[in-house]
């Protein structure tokens, strides 16, 4: 499943984007509430996992649809 193009697309350009928008508005919420160091681990470690996780994605998309191209 994870090996189909509209899959990939879906990952890369809506899911994961819009997940690292939403940690990095909780991480900055945290910071301006208080809690400081938590909203700056939010902030760094999960917003970039989300941020890489989507570029892998992409990454991974285009390999599918040029293996795509390829066979047929």
Same mark, same amino acid.
Do not use: C, D, H, W
């Given at each position: 499943?994870? +090996?189909? /193009?509209?899959?990939? =697309?879906?990952l890369?350009?809506?899911?994961? /984007?819009? =997940?690292?928008?939403l940690?990095? !508005?909780?991480?900055?919420?945290? !910071?301006?509430?208080? @809690? +400081? !160091?938590?909203?700056?681990?939010?902030?760094?470690?999960?917003?970039?996992?989300f $941020? =890489?996780?989507? =570029?892998? $994605?992409?990454?991974? &998309?285009? $390999?599918?649809?040029?293996?795509?191209? @390829? &066979?047929?």
């Open positions: 499943m994870l +090996k189909k /193009p509209e899959t990939l =697309f879906v890369g350009y809506m899911l994961l /984007p819009l =997940f690292a928008l940690s990095a !508005i909780v991480g900055l919420t945290m !910071i301006l509430g208080g @809690n +400081k !160091i938590a909203g700056a681990i939010v902030l760094v470690v999960v917003t970039q996992v $941020a =890489f996780g989507a =570029f892998y $994605a992409l990454r991974l &998309r285009k $390999a599918a649809m040029q293996a795509e191209t @390829n &066979r047929g």
